[in-house]
């Protein structure tokens, strides 16, 4: 596609259900990031793919959180037993490095609330 | 750690009165310093990156300048449209290219 897409759009769930959020990255890109975007906060680093390598899961607040890529393609994040505080925009965001040097594009992002 | 700070926070101006931006950045090695817009609802819309110190970009009514220690945007003439919140952030190097991201200035222009 043309830019990066997500799914859902909007997502509301009850405290300690599990969520599945999608991301589909520009197609070629062989990066993938997922960031979290509290209310009045800068977007938090979450979790890093790239290609065929180990994930960087440094930035996952806890062992709720986890997320799987399917080779250069999609993407989903996984929270499992949603808390109030993971209320927040899960953004996603692809990008192609060529020569040391890349840029990347977010996403239009899912806005979750756990209720 | 590296250490992103915006200011203003908010930023009203009226249509045509010309503005910057301010980030300041506290990293330990500078690799890239990125600018971005985001629109309520809506995705980071990248802007410019900004690589070595002495650096400018332009585009449109939009310039961003580095030096080693911060970065502006500077807003010429700004239009109502341009209103939006404005996110820098940085990358320092390292195995992944993750960002870190600030608080963001939100832009309101007013015709």
């Known amino acids: 596609g043309a830019g990066v897409s997500q799914s859902p759009s909007n997502k509301v769930t009850e405290k300690g259900k599990d969520v599945e959020l999608r991301c589909d990255p520009i197609?070629?890109?062989?990066?993938l990031y997922w960031y979290r975007q509290r209310l009045g906060q800068g977007l938090e680093f979450l979790i890093y793919?790239?290609?065929?390598?180990?994930?960087?899961k440094s930035g996952l607040p806890s062992d709720r959180f986890s997320a799987e890529r399917t080779g250069e393609s999609v993407s989903t994040l996984t929270i499992q037993r949603t808390q109030q505080e993971d209320s927040a925009v899960y953004l996603c965001?692809?990008?192609?490095?060529?020569?040391?040097?890349?840029?990347?594009?977010f996403g239009p992002g899912t806005r979750l609330l756990v209720l | 750690e590296d250490q992103v700070t915006q200011s203003p926070e908010a930023l009203r101006l009226q249509e045509g009165e010309s503005s910057s931006l301010n980030c300041s950045y506290t990293v330990s090695g500078l690799r890239g310093l990125f600018w971005y817009r985001q629109d309520p609802g809506k995705g980071p819309e990248f802007l410019f990156t900004?690589?070595?110190a002495g650096e400018e970009k332009e585009k449109e009514r939009l310039k961003a300048t580095l030096t080693k220690k911060e970065s502006f945007l500077h807003i010429t003439a700004p239009k109502p449209e341009d209103s939006a919140t404005y996110l820098c952030?940085?990358?320092?190097?390292?195995?992944?290219?993750?960002?870190?991201f600030g608080k963001g200035t939100l832009l309101t222009v007013n015709p």
């Open positions: 197609s070629g890109h062989t990066a």
């Open positions: 900004l690589y070595s």
């Open positions: 952030a940085v990358y320092s190097g390292g195995s992944n290219y993750k960002l870190t």
């Open positions: 793919f790239q290609g065929n390598s180990a994930p960087d």
């Open positions: 965001a692809s990008s192609l490095v060529i020569g040391g040097q890349e840029t990347q594009y």
